[in-house]
């Protein structure tokens, strides 16, 4: 039987996927929310490769949080994509919410990604 939240992310994931899409001058900023961690990614889809990546799992990163929130550690999260990307020479990106509300540590990451300096 098929999680019927994961059947509807996968739809919103989908539509949103026709309309999105990164270039070389503009990569898509991809992010994952799982229960505990939060991942972004920033993926040229003209030649299939990641960019720029961060995540609650990383070691340069995990050090950081101390006992902060998941929103919290996902507003830094994105402050740290954005630092890598504009390390990359990257300033402009295509937000990719996968299929997720915009709402809670999504729009969290993305305010973070902002204050980091990335335009979308």
Avoid: W
Wanted: aromatic share 6%; charged share 35%; with cysteine.
């Amino acid at each position: 039987m098929v999680n019927p939240k994961t059947d509807s992310r996968a739809k919103r994931k989908l539509s949103i996927r026709k309309r999105v899409n990164g270039d070389s001058t503009r990569p898509r900023l991809s992010v994952f929310r799982s229960a505990k961690h939060i991942y972004a990614q920033v993926v040229d889809d003209v030649t299939n490769k990641t960019l720029a990546a961060a995540s609650t799992l990383d070691s340069a990163v995990k050090d950081t949080f101390g006992p902060a929130k998941k929103k919290d550690r996902a507003k830094r999260i994105g402050q740290e994509i954005a630092k890598r990307c504009l390390e990359k020479g990257i300033d402009r990106v295509v937000f990719d919410r996968n299929g997720f509300i915009y709402h809670g540590r999504i729009s969290a990451l993305a305010d973070g990604a902002r204050e980091g300096g990335l335009k979308f």
